[in-house]
Structures are given as C-alpha cells and as structure tokens.
C-alpha cells in the first residue's frame, strides 16, 4: 500500500471547517455540541463560533498509543449529552471508522460531522466536507511545524 501525505495548514483547517458550519446550518439548530478529542477540539471550536452554539462537551476516546492502534477506550464519556438527541458531533476525520463506531454507540441519535472522510469510515458520518483515499496520512497543522528541506539536488546527492 502506498502512503500519501496530505498537509492541511490553519488556514486551510479554518476554511473547511467554516464550511463545514455552512453544511451544518441546515441541518441545526443543535441543543449543544460533543468534541471528540483531541483532534475534533478545533474543528468543533470553529463550528461553534459559526453556529453560535455556547454548550459545548467531549467525550475522549484513546485509540493510539506510541503510534500504534489499539482497542478504544473511551476516557472520558460525553455525560450532558444523553444519548445525543439534538447534539452535533464533530472530529477532524473518520478514518477506518474505530473511534466512530465507539461514539455512534454512545450517542446514537447525534448528528455525526466531520471535516475530512476516508472510504473506510465515510458511512459512519452524517456530513463532511473532503474525502481522501485510505491510503493517505493527514498531517493536521497541530502535528506538525515548519523546518527547513533541503532543495532537491542536495537529497538526489549531486
């Protein structure tokens, strides 16, 4: 399997994540809205601000550890949500749909959003915005930062 990277700058998180909101207009209002951390905080933020929604919950659910996918655990449960009647639920990607299935179950009746979708997990959401291949990583701004590449003929050894 060939793996691709697929950068998303701030800017470029922000302006998904914005029209995400617009997709989510519709569809609202919502009684408040569930981040799933870590990586559905910001994205969640933003809608947020764009719904002018002031409840705001988490639920932490821990899928990796030292680079390596495990069995989820759920952490930190998503108590003033119930069973998600009237909540929006948002995360920066599904991807195979593990940390999906997990929240699905806890709040059944959530509307699922997301910025970015893999095949693999794309059914288990309700809204997203940008789809990407299985086989690509995405470098989320919050795990990466700017250094200095070496040009081209310097790494081909000339």
């Known amino acids: 399997m060939t793996n691709r990277y697929y950068t998303v700058s701030w800017d470029q998180l922000h302006r998904d994540s914005k029209a ?3 997709r989510l207009m519709e569809r609202g209002p919502f009684r408040g809205i569930v981040a799933i951390t870590r990586g559905g905080l910001i994205p969640a933020a933003i809608v947020a601000r764009e ?5 705001i919950e988490t639920v932490s659910v821990v899928t990796y550890h030292e680079e390596e996918r495990g069995r989820p ?11 998600g009647e009237g909540w929006l639920l948002v995360d920066d990607l ?3 749909g593990t940390t999906a299935k997990v929240v699905r179950e806890l709040l059944p009746k959530a509307h699922f959003a ?10 288990l959401v309700d809204t ?9 990583w995405i470098l989320f701004p919050w795990d990466t930062e700017a250094q200095f590449v070496a040009p081209i003929a310097r790494s081909a050894g000339k």
Do not use: H, M, N
Request: overall charge neutral; charged content about 25%.
């Open 114 to 123: 997301t910025v970015y979708a893999k095949p693999k997990g794309r059914p």
């Open 128 to 136: 997203f915005i940008t789809e990407v291949s299985q086989d690509t």
């Open 94 to 96: 599904v991807d195979t």
């Open 73 to 83: 655990q759920v952490t930190k449960p998503p108590a003033a949500a119930g069973d």
């Open 20 to 22: 995400l909101a617009w």
């Open 51 to 55: 719904l002018e929604a002031r409840l």
